[in-house]
């Protein structure tokens, strides 16, 4: 029950000064985004990839309201790709963006996202990396998909994100399973109405395993983003039935979010990537990591609680 509620929050703006103004936020805050500058990170990515890990980094931002943040957003990633050059981690650092915080709710915002996402885009595969198009709310995903066919006839390892509690999302993974794409799929982070989207987990899981066998068997490149130990394993047992090498595939799971299972899976050789997350617009990304898990916001309020 507390999960609608959390989610219904993290759009209230007034939730959003209450709770990123409370001082001890910081340091539940801190378990998911480990900093809030390009400099504070770049410690991270080094210790993270030094640990067999691969990456891919999200400058947080979202549901910004003049064009002025979206070209912020575009430079806040530019800055960070200068960043990565020096490191020379090619596709071990790649990076996630979501077009809302490039200006796509905006007037004009379709040509607007494209516009201010496209530079990344060329950044990233200047230094030989790539970018992933997250996915946010159900409304803004014709939106999305157009953006990453747009950026797909340029930059063709450009990936996207597929959602499963959506009931469209079967169709679109058929249509992204072709050669050379690059798919995550993921459960889904944002309150969807029964219109549109599963709302029990057993349907939610048992649409992700359907969508997985499309991406398996597909001749793309499927990214699972999940800590579900159910889903891993079933990932693994359908790439072993699509006759799919180890590097045929990746496991990709959050910063703070069983970090034993980051290190085990990719002892084991798998590709395992790491979505880390800076900046200091930290507070959809926050309370959508509070939803998904309520010990999170009995912790949460624990802390702020006893201080
Ligand atoms: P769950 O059943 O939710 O969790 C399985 C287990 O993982 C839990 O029992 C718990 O032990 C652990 N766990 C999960 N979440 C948490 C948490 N917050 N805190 C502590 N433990 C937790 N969603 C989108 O809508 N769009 C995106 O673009 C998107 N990108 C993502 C990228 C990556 C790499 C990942 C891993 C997730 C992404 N998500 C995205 C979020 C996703 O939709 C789910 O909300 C999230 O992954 C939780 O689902 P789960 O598959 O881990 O399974």
New binding site residues.
Partial sequence: MLGPVILAASRSDRMRRLISAAPVTKQVVDRFIPGESVDQIVPIIRELTGRGLEL?MDVVGEDITNPGQAEAARDAYLKLIDHLKVLDLGTRAEMSVKLSMFGQALDGGHELALANVRPVVEAAAAIGTTVTL???DHTTLDSMFAIHDELRKDFPQTGC?I?AYLFRTEDDARRLAGNGSRV?I?????KEPASVAYQQ?AEIDKAYVRILKTLMEGKGYPMI????PR?ISIAQELGRRAGRKLDEYEF???YG??SEEHLRLAAEGHRMRV?TAYGTDWYGYFM??LA??PA?LRFFARSMISK
């Fill in positions: 891919t997250d996915a946010e994100v959602q995550r993921v459960k889904g982070a944002y987990k983003g999940s800590h579900d889903l990709q799971m959050l979010i069983r979505y959508r990591r998904e898990k999170n």
